[in-house]
């Protein structure tokens, strides 16, 4: 049990300081406040011996760190099991934990639990906590995401802001209790409050989203915020998101650039990948391909698709790397594979025009097809392209128009658009009636896939 834990522990247990004697324990307990376990062993030890719950729980808790006294797991589990005999609800916790642990003891989620329950029913919230964790894992106990929340409730209501946070996400995802945004936000909000940084970071989704609670970008700046001063990477990498779209806060690229570098030394792949893209781009940092690159090889290195890409992009253009196509088709493969649309459909390019891959039209159909089907308005075109030539799938001037046409709903509006919409009107004025028909009873019917 770390140091933390233990004095907050020793703390919560001073009510029962009259039950033992108030000048030797109350002389450990300052002693080991600023650091001097070996003096709070000493005075804690002939209480423990005579059978002082509260004296026999510290002792324990100092065994069990090895502070003023040898590490000795064993004889940590002696003191707690003494103290826990007697009730003491943060002796039986910390027993719990060796049992679950395995440590000085053989390890048990059965007797875990039993010793967990027992300090939970006496209200000590990080028993509740811990008894929750198992009935969400299914260890020592029947597998019951119900009872899970109940218990992860009771040490909510306690003020455990891990607890609080844990049930926001049971609320989120609907485990053990009714889906509820609005309940996922009122326990996230509890937890935030208390600084908790992942509870911030998810509230501040919710408000981006408006999700249980009004949109409001403003007030996702602010919990990101919060989230992102304490070093939560995926909070400083949504906080740079809305400084480079100025959502809730001024646009400030430079900003974006600072939360996003923060982010990226974390490793976090999407704060390493948007770096890339100031870089490349030369906004709030000084333009450099070469720096892009660096960023994105570091996130395409942890498998992050969109990484993938844009480095596949630099190696088929030959932007801060020498120009190198089989590259280029080894990152968009491996993106690709992630179903990331653009992905697919370059390497659908690239087997098109069998560059770094022997040319292939089967090949090519089959990624444009995948991003096609995902709703990816230029591999729909290239799709019609195939079926009008009758290349790596059969010519078919219905399922050309049919991917002209869904083509020429998802394009914006522009050259890609109208050029989607000339070739589809050109197609139909050589279609019959049947195939016409056909070919709109089949656009009409289509539905994006998603991943």
């Known amino acids: 049990m770390n140091r933390g834990v233990l004095i907050a522990l020793m703390l919560a247990a001073m009510a029962g300081l009259a039950a033992c004697q108030p000048g030797r324990y109350e002389a450990g307990r300052q002693a080991a406040e600023r650091g001097d376990y070996l003096k709070a062993a000493s005075q804690w030890r002939p209480l423990a011996e005579e059978g002082e719950p509260l004296a026999q729980f510290n002792l324990g808790g100092l065994y069990a760190e090895g502070k003023g006294v040898a590490l000795d797991p064993k004889e940590a589990v002696r003191w707690y099991r003494l103290a826990a005999d007697q009730s003491l609800a943060e002796a039986q916790y910390s027993l719990g934990r060796m049992y679950a642990a395995g440590s000085g003891i053989e390890q048990s989620h059965e007797r875990a639990a039993e010793w967990y329950r027992l300090a939970a029913e006496q209200s000590l919230p990080e028993a509740q906590f811990s008894l929750a964790a198992l009935y969400a894992d299914g260890q020592g106990v029947e597998q019951s995401f119900i009872k899970a929340a109940e218990w992860y409730r009771r040490a909510g209501e306690r003020g455990h802001a891990e607890a609080q946070t844990t049930l926001g996400a049971y609320y989120e995802k609907g485990l053990g209790v009714t889906q509820d945004y609005g309940q996922a936000a009122v326990w996230w909000h509890k937890a935030a409050a208390q600084g908790h940084a992942e509870a911030q970071s998810t509230l501040g989704a919710l408000y981006e989203k408006g999700l249980g609670v009004p949109q409001d970008y403003t007030e996702a700046a602010n919990w990101w915020r919060q989230a ?65 690159v660096r960023w994105w090889q570091l996130a395409a290195a942890q498998g992050y698709p969109d990484a993938q890409h844009n480095l596949a992009y630099m ?111 050109r197609l139909a004025r050589q279609m019959s009636a049947m195939q016409l028909a056909e070919a709109q009873r089949l656009a009409r019917q289509w539905r994006p896939k998603t991943p």
């Open 228 to 292: 992102a001063e304490q070093g939560h990477g995926e909070a400083q990498t949504n906080l740079g998101f809305l400084y480079s779209r100025g959502l809730g806060v001024r646009q400030d690229y430079a900003q974006a650039a600072d939360w996003w570098r923060k982010a990226a030394f974390q490793g976090v792949p999407a704060g390493q990948t948007n770096l890339g893209v100031l870089h490349e781009k030369g906004r709030g940092v000084p333009q450099s391909y070469a720096e892009a």
């Open 315 to 425: 190696y088929a253009n030959g932007q801060g790397v020498p120009k190198d196509y089989a590259e280029a088709v080894k990152w968009w493969r491996l993106a690709a594979a992630k179903n990331l649309p653009i992905a697919q459909h370059y390497l659908g390019v690239m087997y098109t025009r069998g560059r770094g891959v022997p040319q292939d039209y089967r090949e090519a159909a089959t990624w444009h097809f995948r991003a096609a089907d995902q709703g990816y308005a230029e591999s729909q075109l290239e799709l019609a392209v195939l079926h009008q030539n009758g290349r790596g799938v059969p010519r078919s001037k219905v399922l050309a128009h049919v991917w002209l046409n869904l083509a020429a709903a998802n394009f914006p509006p522009g050259e890609n658009r109208a050029i989607a919409v000339s070739r589809r009107d």
